[in-house]
């Protein structure tokens, strides 16, 4: 929980996935900020002075000043657009930012419905309670999304342009979660699995997006 005496503030559990993708974006950019924990068996994200800030009830939630942001990847937008003058992160030639926006759009709203129940089903569902032909049916529905990471990958070393961008930090957490679920059978990526290695290597992932899984 870096420096207490930013005034920005991150709202959230550090095992949630969309949590640790703002987190990972802060270490990039070398951002202070204090982490306040909310979200499943921390509570808070129901209180009213929560809901003022963020009606959703979801975790994170960005406290700068006086300014409330929620949603993830916006979040990470505009850390970059206030921290990160001249990185990378959020690159500013116009087709390179807008297939790096693209990515940050399909995880929302085409990888993250499908990596859920997996996710739920296999790490936080009590072995005993595992329906896991259910899960593999899960997984084989990821796969077909992991399959256009895969493709997107080949001769690259990353999701666009020549750096690590927002996109593979969005794009990257969700990784971890499918890579690192087992019991159920997936396919080989190659390509998806030289990026991962390249990217978890990284600092920013190592301390909050490579601790297990809960």
Same mark, same amino acid.
């Given at each position: 929980?870096?420096?207490?005496?930013?005034?920005?503030?991150?709202?959230?559990?550090?095992?949630?996935?969309?949590?640790?993708?703002?987190? +990972?974006?802060?270490?990039e950019l070398?951002?202070?900020?204090?982490?306040?924990?909310?979200?499943?068996?921390?509570?808070?994200?129901?209180?009213?002075?929560?809901?003022?800030?963020?009606?959703?009830?979801?975790?994170?939630t960005?406290l700068?000043?006086?300014?409330?942001?929620? =949603?993830?990847?916006?979040?990470m937008?505009?850390?970059?657009?206030?921290?990160?003058?001249?990185? %990378? !992160?959020? &690159?500013?030639?116009?087709? #390179? /930012?807008?297939?790096?926006?693209? +990515?940050?759009?399909? %995880?929302?709203?085409?990888? $993250? &419905?499908?990596? /859920?129940?997996?996710? +739920?089903?296999?790490v @936080? %569902?009590?072995?005993?309670?595992?329906?896991?032909?259910?899960? $593999?049916?899960a997984?084989? %529905?990821?796969?077909?999304? +992991?399959?256009?990471?895969?493709? $997107? !990958? $080949?001769?690259?070393?990353?999701? =666009?342009?020549?750096?690590?961008?927002?996109a593979?930090?969005?794009?990257?957490?969700?990784?971890? @979660?499918?890579?690192?679920?087992?019991?159920?059978?997936k396919?080989k !990526?190659?390509?998806?699995?030289?990026?991962?290695? @390249? #990217?978890?290597? @990284? *600092?920013?992932?190592? =301390?909050?997006?490579? &601790? *297990?899984?809960?």
């Amino acid at each position: 929980m870096p420096s207490a005496h930013s005034s920005l503030q991150i709202w959230g559990r550090a095992n949630s996935v969309n949590v640790q993708k703002v987190l +990972w974006c802060c270490r990039e950019l070398g951002v202070a900020y204090e982490r306040i924990d909310a979200g499943m068996q921390y509570g808070r994200n129901g209180d009213a002075d929560y809901l003022a800030m963020n009606p959703n009830g979801r975790v994170p939630t960005l406290l700068d000043g006086d300014f409330a942001l929620w =949603e993830s990847n916006a979040i990470m937008r505009y850390i970059a657009l206030t921290h990160g003058h001249d990185s %990378t !992160l959020y &690159p500013a030639d116009p087709r #390179i /930012r807008a297939g790096m926006e693209r +990515w940050l759009d399909w %995880t929302l709203s085409t990888l $993250q &419905p499908v990596e /859920r129940p997996l996710f +739920w089903g296999l790490v @936080r %569902t009590p072995p005993a309670e595992r329906d896991m032909t259910a899960m $593999q049916q899960a997984a084989d %529905t990821a796969a077909v999304q +992991w399959r256009i990471i895969d493709r $997107q !990958l $080949q001769g690259r070393d990353y999701l =666009e342009g020549q750096h690590l961008s927002l996109a593979d930090i969005a794009v990257g957490a969700y990784a971890r @979660r499918w890579l690192g679920v087992e019991g159920v059978s997936k396919p080989k !990526l190659p390509h998806l699995q030289r990026w991962f290695e @390249r #990217i978890s290597a @990284r *600092p920013g992932f190592q =301390e909050f997006v490579a &601790p *297990p899984m809960s």
